[in-house]
């Protein structure tokens, strides 16, 4: 592999609105069964201050694939750049990747009755085109980086946020930058 | 994880015990060919129709598998990635397993074949196979199932049923000391079992994830269940019969036969129901 | 949210030539639908219609008649190229296999006994009923019109020229959402008017008063997000912990509706601490002097801290912060004044912006809303009576319309006796989901003699309904939409052909005219035939060409424009007041019952009995009864919670997950609790939509108490939305 693409996602912009994961459905009209990409809420009780703070996960294209390596198929394949691409065309739907895989990206659509995920907009990237959910993202909070030492090394970027699995289990591609949280006057306490 | 999978249940624990049947029969063959003994058509009558169960169950099991696909038709294309799927693998394995069960069922349709080798290369095969299954469950996502667990519990599977239907079908045909043999393989199983769950929950606290399948378990009756008539049962029945001298009841030899066949779909069943995998711990 | 311009103006007046409406000359220029010589992917142009801050101007992509996907428009700085979440559903919406795509009726009404019908038999059905109704009663009066934000279209204001081509009839009047604080500005500005949202970005501090623009505006937060990156505090002052909270510097949770007093007590110290831009108020306002004597004579900080929650140093910092800092912006948001003393929380606000001088300032003003783009000359709407009509008798022997509370909507109908209303036309609006009082408004419903509804969905309104029309969505339709925030104004082309026979208000109006006069020629004016694109044409007038820069409509065939007004409100001191300057003190505040002056008005107090406030603010993944009932969204959002902080939940044994039963004497609803601190113990919070197949409804315990203002602006006083108090227990 010559390079490794993946996302890197700011908290301190995103609001959760969920404008990536809709963005990514308009871009493929993909069924209702599956989400490409989730926004999650993380935990309240996992930060200083009761907030609401979301992450955005798409295909975290890892560097160990689970994926990859159960799939009885070989419908998973990684790029030179990184992106871990699954060819629906060969897939039987045995969603033994839906199980192995620590962030639930690989989805079982029902109605194809196949396996889905988010393939990092390869096909617009491959034009030059942003990836659908960072090209729509309002407040700017989600990119495409490569990642490697020199970006693990910048401050404030992280490998892992409170409530994400062990990041060393499959090597995600997905760097964080994590919550602010300003001063909050609250009437609890 | 987290339905009852009926399609891997029955392809699993049906598979596993055709398997376990083969072994059984090869460990009884072995033994007769050194006797050097002349088989009785009671024998020769069990021998046949104990293949062709095995094969039955082993061709149902893989039937039963087709079901859990998306697309069924394309199943063949799962012996495209053996250099890392276990799934891959394990397909393999049974269908070579099937493949030789062929000629294995060949032979025994010849009276006075010696089958020991073919049986033993079936065993090897079909033992292959389930320790390949295992091995697709050995997941670093599921905590539960990541580690010797699920080889353990598949290899007990395949023995316990086995040797239960393997005395079941024999009940006339095998001798007593046979009888006892495979009983005692069964009870072996039970025993082996019981105390393999015993560990494996203490060892289940250790990851939260691990603690919740330990949860489920010991929340949902159908576990009792499976707990008394998969084990207690068994446990209690075979130790009344191996502590007998004569040849154990057929009734009693079908129903603990019964007690196994539930306890283990059960059991199976709620392998699958009870694992929860690592996830992003947060409001969807 | 939106109210017409009719209602603006007044109640029951004809429209009258105020400032807006301009004259200038239409030019044609040529169509610019571009192909994609690749694939067969045409492009076309469209405006989100629906009530949202944002107004998205979309392109929308469609190959072999069929809509691919939908994106933002980049040639609006405001959309910037980006949808929202809702946006980016708009397939699910056009293709959605609930959609319903016929004339339907259903027999008996609620049943649930649809039985598809032809357009002739509908409209047949419609036009007797008209028609009989109108030999009963001598008039159309017992015809009731309920519309409003659905779909703010300007072309569908020809739900209301329906109404008028028929003859007199029941309107609903007001607005439910924003009137009290468009009020509040009217009688201190004159009008409402706000800094282009852009111009944020050039503020060194800004206040997010009641404003949950994570979700309800979010293209303005970028430009948030510029001026904090330019070194600016962003200040949320909310009772929930909102997305948009969780992203201000200093977040602070106010006791709901006590806003005025929080803004009293900045303006005490601010006063106190010499930090008055009295050039600023004495040049340019009325009545300064007396509210800073009434101000210093009644206001001590020690009281605003007690009043609002507020610790004294916290509003000490916050009033130095918002006075010395230059220009500092304050964003009301419309949650804020949804309560009995909403309105007059807004002129107290207002007054703080005036004292520091922010009023007229880019980077500063009192921000609410604007109408300045939506001059247009609602052909569509203004359709004569026909001769001999008969309403409501008023001077020199004229007529008009009758108005009934669009915001006390059951009531009031119900008590109509000369003649009573036995029929009601709902277009764009869904009263049963979203009016207060469900009970009551479910029990009027069922008083009817014909209920007609023209929808997409089998909504809650629909379920109740005789006769269903198929409406079209906005890629069906040819439209222009302004937005009531940024200064855009944007074409809606018809990007595919109707769906089914779905028919847009405007073509629904032609086929009454028809029927109608069918049967009793000259009952209805409205025109029988008319091209959709030039029902759009009409509405084009000088006065927009000059405001857009353009000459003809289908300029905007390009690409919306941006309205050539100052991106600064009242940058020119030009107030509409009727002295010309900002009236601290205002006369006709007085003259409507109201206080003259910005003083503090008691909020309403939770009882004994049901002592929850229970807020229903607006949800993240629809748009009041739209969009939460699409596929996609339920994936994503499949069931409503109900907020609740773990301090009160613990006092009634509520656990994360459990049913909760809130309830009032008017009614109950059952939601799932999920706990959190970001509400206070004494506020529970839900948000208000419409899931798919679910019975959720808010507002069964909300009450049609009135906000303190409206009447003056829009024809009726708002919705205290968030003074609905309630009881609670386990389920």
């Known amino acids: ?189 | 994880m987290g339905n009852w999978e009926w399609p891997l249940v029955i392809f699993t624990v049906l598979g596993q015990t055709a398997v376990g049947m083969i072994f059984c029969l090869w460990l009884t063959e072995r033994k007769r060919s050194k006797s050097g003994a002349a088989p009785s058509p009671e024998y020769q009558s069990f021998i046949k129709s104990s293949v062709l169960v095995s094969g039955l169950l082993l061709a149902v099991a893989m039937l039963a598998s087709l079901f859990h696909l998306g697309q069924p038709l394309a199943a063949y294309r799962a012996l495209t990635h053996l250099s890392t799927s276990w799934l891959s693998r394990e397909i393999l394995f049974f269908a070579l397993t099937l493949g030789v069960w062929v000629y294995l069922f060949v032979l025994s349709r010849k009276p006075g074949t010696r089958l020991t080798g073919i049986l033993a290369l079936t065993s090897l095969l079909g033992l292959l196979g389930i320790i390949s299954s295992a091995l697709i469950y050995t997941l670093p996502r599921v905590p539960a199932w990541n580690n010797l667990g699920p080889v353990l519990f598949f290899l007990l599977t395949g023995l316990l049923l086995g040797a239960l239907v393997i005395a079941a079908l024999g009940r006339k045909a095998l001798g007593q000391a046979e009888m006892k043999q495979t009983v005692c393989l069964a009870l072996g199983s039970v025993l082996a079992s019981l105390f393999l769950y015993l560990f494996y929950f203490s060892g289940l606290k250790v990851t939260p994830e691990g603690g919740a399948t330990a949860q489920i378990l010991f929340a949902s009756p159908l576990f009792w269940l499976r707990a008394v008539v998969g084990w207690l049962l068994p446990l209690i029945l075979l130790l009344v019969t191996v502590s007998k001298k004569e040849k154990p009841q057929p009734g009693l030899i079908l129903l603990v036969l019964t007690c196994g066949v539930v306890g283990e779909l059960l059991g199976r069943g709620l392998f699958y129901l009870s694992a929860v995998g690592i996830q992003i711990l947060g409001l969807l | 949210m939106k109210i017409t311009r009719r209602q603006f103006i007044g109640t029951a007046a004809a429209v009258t030539a105020s400032a807006g409406l301009f004259s200038f000359n239409m030019l044609g220029k040529a169509d610019k639908a571009v192909a994609d010589t690749e694939s067969k992917v045409q492009i076309f142009r469209n405006v989100c219609p629906r009530n949202c801050y944002d107004t998205c101007a979309q392109i929308s992509y469609v190959e072999d008649g069929v809509l691919k996907k939908v994106e933002g428009d980049p040639k609006s700085t405001y959309t910037n190229g980006k949808l929202f979440l809702k946006g980016y559903n708009y397939t699910r919406r056009v293709y959605s296999p609930d959609r319903i795509k016929y004339p339907m009726k259903q027999v008996p009404r609620g049943s649930g006994n649809w039985e598809r019908i032809s357009w002739d038999e509908a409209m047949n059905t419609i036009a007797e009923k008209i028609l009989e109704l109108k030999k009963r009663y001598g008039s159309t009066l017992p015809i009731c019109m309920n519309k409003y934000s659905g779909n703010f279209g300007i072309t569908h204001y020809g739900i209301e020229g329906t109404m008028s081509s028929i003859g007199y009839t029941t309107r609903a009047v007001g607005t439910p959402c924003w009137p009290a604080g468009i009020d509040a500005q009217t009688y201190d500005f004159g009008t409402i008017i706000n800094n282009d949202p852009e111009d944020l970005a050039n503020s060194n501090y800004i206040i997010l008063w009641g404003s949950n623009c994570a979700w309800t505006g979010i293209h303005s937060l970028p430009f948030i997000m510029k001026a904090r990156e330019r070194g600016a505090k962003i200040v949320a002052i909310d009772p929930i912990l909102t997305s948009t909270a969780s992203k201000a510097d200093l977040y602070i949770q106010i006791k709901p509706s006590t806003d005025g007093a929080l803004a009293l007590g900045m303006a005490k110290y601010i006063l106190d601490n010499d930090l008055v831009d009295w050039e600023y108020a004495t040049a340019n306002s009325i009545g300064f002097e007396e509210w800073v004597d009434y101000v210093r004579k009644n206001i001590t900080l020690d009281w605003a801290a007690e009043k609002t929650g507020v610790p004294k140093d916290v509003i000490i910092q916050l009033a130095r912060e918002y006075a010395t800092t230059k220009p500092a912006a304050i964003w009301v948001g419309y949650g804020m004044q949804r309560h009995t003393n909403g309105g007059q929380n807004v002129r107290i606000i207002d007054a703080l912006g005036v004292m520091t001088g922010n009023v007229g300032k880019s980077g500063g003003g009192v921000n609410y809303a604007h109408l300045e783009t939506w001059g247009f000359n609602y052909h569509a709407m203004s359709m004569p009576v026909p001769e001999g009509s008969v309403g409501v008798p008023g001077p020199n022997g004229t007529y008009s319309d009758r108005a009934v509370n669009m915001n006390n909507f059951a009531a009031e109908v119900q008590a109509l006796t000369d003649p009573p209303v036995k029929m009601l036309w709902i277009a764009a609006r869904n009263p049963v989901s979203q009016d207060p009082d469900t009970n009551d408004i479910i029990k009027m419903f069922n008083s009817m003699e014909l209920v007609v509804t023209v929808d997409s969905f089998f909504n809650k309104t629909v379920e109740l309904s005789d006769i269903v029309l198929p409406a079209t969505t906005h890629f069906e339709d040819w439209d222009v939409m302004a937005s009531y925030w940024h200064y855009w104004v944007g074409i809606n082309q018809r990007a595919i052909e109707p769906m089914y026979e779905a028919k847009s208000d405007v073509e629904i109006a032609m086929a009454l005219s028809k029927a109608m006069n069918a049967l009793e020629p000259g009952s209805c004016t409205y025109p029988t035939e008319g091209d959709p694109e030039e029902w759009v044409a009409k509405e084009f007038n000088d006065g927009i060409h000059s405001m857009l820069g353009i000459s003809s409509y289908k300029d905007l065939l390009d690409g919306p424009r941006k309205a050539k007004i100052s991106p600064v409100a009242w940058a020119d001191g030009q107030f509409r007041t009727p002295s010309g300057k900002i009236e601290i003190r205002c006369e006709r505040a007085a003259q409507n019952g109201l206080p003259a002056l910005p003083v503090w008005v008691e909020e309403l107090k939770t009882s004994a009995q049901y002592p929850i406030r229970f807020m229903t603010p607006h949800p993240q993944h629809g748009i009041h009864s739209q969009f939460q009932n699409l596929d996609w969204m339920m994936a994503a959002n499949p069931e409503p919670v109900v907020e609740i902080h773990p301090e009160l939940a613990a006092q009634y044994g509520i656990g994360e997950g459990d049913m909760v039963r809130i309830y009032n004497e008017l009614g109950e609803v059952k939601i799932k609790a999920h706990l959190t601190r970001t509400t206070s113990p004494d506020v529970i919070v839900s948000y208000e939509a419409w899931y798919k197949d679910s019975p959720f409804n808010v507002n069964y315990t909300v009450k049609a108490i009135p906000a303190d203002m409206g009447k003056l602006a829009t024809g009726m006083d708002g919705i205290a939305f968030h003074d609905n108090f309630v009881a609670i227990e386990k389920a």
């Open chain 1, 1 to 189: 592999m010559s390079k490794q693409l993946g996302f890197l996602h700011n908290s301190e912009k995103c609001v959760g609105c969920r404008g990536c994961e809709m963005a990514c459905k308009n871009e493929y009209q993909s069924d209702a069964s599956v989400r490409w990409r989730q926004v999650y809420q993380l935990r309240e009780e996992d930060f200083a201050l009761p907030t609401r703070i979301f992450i955005s996960v798409g295909c975290n294209h890892c560097q160990n694939p689970e994926c990859l390596r159960v799939c009885p198929v070989g419908a998973y394949s990684k790029r030179e750049d990184g992106i871990v691409i699954h060819n629906q065309e060969r897939c039987i739907g045995c969603k033994l990747c839906t199980m192995a895989c620590p962030y639930n990206r690989p989805q079982y659509n029902t109605t194809v009755k196949k396996v889905e995920k988010c393939n990092l907009c390869y096909e617009r990237l491959d034009r030059g085109e942003k990836p659908a959910c960072v090209a729509a993202c309002v407040p700017e909070a989600l990119e495409v980086v490569e990642i490697n030492e020199e970006l693990d090394y910048k401050t404030g970027v992280l490998k892992t946020l409170p409530g994400m699995p062990d990041p060393k289990i499959t090597n995600p591609s997905i760097r964080f930058i994590g919550p602010k949280q300003g001063v909050q006057i609250r009437r609890d306490v």
